[in-house]
């Protein structure tokens, strides 16, 4: 047990130096059959990985529904990962990967598990500058050396789940609170930061149905890079950082920088630490509270109800005395 826990306190540390592992997993070739390419999942969002048990298929399920396992008592849903992707597995659906996600528990079959691995965040890069798939939200670079090609692609679980399991979360946004009345001063934005394209959209709607002027960045690099610019602004014109930032709404993972280095960033500086951030991550988790309090952060939410997102960015708001 004491190996156990050590083994997680290791692993949740990483968030310390910007790095973190990464499950690798194979799901077939393409159609026309050629190589196999490696997939990867963040370890923080792994419960389990299990043999592949038998799958109940209820009437009327369609692919890529597989069905439901029995996993000790809890009735999980199982998702065929190469039909959402568009592979065809060779030796078949071999292993379960049970996730937990946004207060949600869902298994995604693959066909073999590889290794897990651990890099820098600068390792891994926005899909959107290259060509990944529609699911595929980062490519991660599997070895320090820069010239060589082991790739694999870092896919979307937010997306894949949106489309798989839609849900009513967007009709939601109509009753948010406006911001008026926790006096965001005029001309500030607040800066938001996710590299998933779900989430982004999410977040949107819920930034303009709550009136709160916003920039959206793909990845704590670009968000890190867009507070210096604006506090390098703010000093020139001899105003304070609240003048141009409302306040910061942060995904943890992200290529190049993530949530909880930007937010080390921000609140290690003088001039900026009076700025409130909010981590905004389907993370969740008691362990990843603790750091988000232990690197500065003003609150937590795990993704995604936009009430929920609301009361925590007025909250924090309010108690950081943000004054029109």
């Known amino acids: 047990m004491d190996n156990f826990q050590k083994e997680i306190d290791e692993r949740t540390n990483l968030t310390a130096s910007n790095k973190f592992e990464l499950l690798l997993f194979r799901l077939g070739t393409d159609p026309h059959g050629e190589r196999s390419e490696l997939f990867g999942i963040n370890v923080f969002k792994i419960r389990e990985i299990v043999p592949m048990p038998p799958v109940t298929k209820a009437a009327g399920t369609q692919s890529p529904m597989l069905g439901m396992v029995n996993i000790r008592g809890q009735i999980i849903s199982v998702i065929d990962l190469p039909a959402v992707v568009g592979c065809v597995p060779k030796t078949g659906l071999n292993i379960l990967l049970v996730t937990e996600y946004a207060r949600s528990t869902q298994a995604f079959a693959v066909e073999s598990v590889d290794e897990i691995v651990r890099l820098e965040w600068s390792q891994v890069l926005s899909a959107e500058t290259s060509s990944g798939g529609a699911f595929v939200t980062s490519i991660a670079r599997l070895d320090a050396d820069k010239d060589t090609s082991r790739l694999a692609q870092v896919l979307d679980v937010e997306q894949i789940l949106h489309e798989i399991m839609p849900t009513d979360r967007d009709l939601k946004m109509e009753s948010l609170e406006k911001s008026a009345s926790h006096g965001i001063r005029p001309g500030t934005v607040a800066i938001a930061a996710d590299d998933s394209k779900v989430a982004r959209s999410l977040i949107e709607q819920g930034l303009r149905a709550m009136e709160i002027p916003y920039e959206m960045h793909v990845t704590g690099k670009e968000a890190w890079e867009k507070i210096q610019k604006l506090a390098r602004e703010a000093r020139a014109e001899g105003r304070p950082i609240s003048d141009k930032i409302s306040f910061v709404l942060t995904d943890l993972e992200m290529p190049e920088m ?67």
């Open 258 to 324: 993530d949530g909880f280095t930007l937010t080390r960033n921000i609140k290690r500086e003088d001039y900026l630490k009076s700025i409130p951030v909010i981590i905004h991550s389907s993370l969740s988790g008691s362990a990843n509270e603790d750091h988000v309090r232990s690197v500065g952060g003003d609150a937590y939410v795990a993704k995604f109800e936009a009430n929920e997102l609301a009361a925590t960015i007025y909250g924090v708001l309010d108690k950081a005395g943000v004054k029109a």
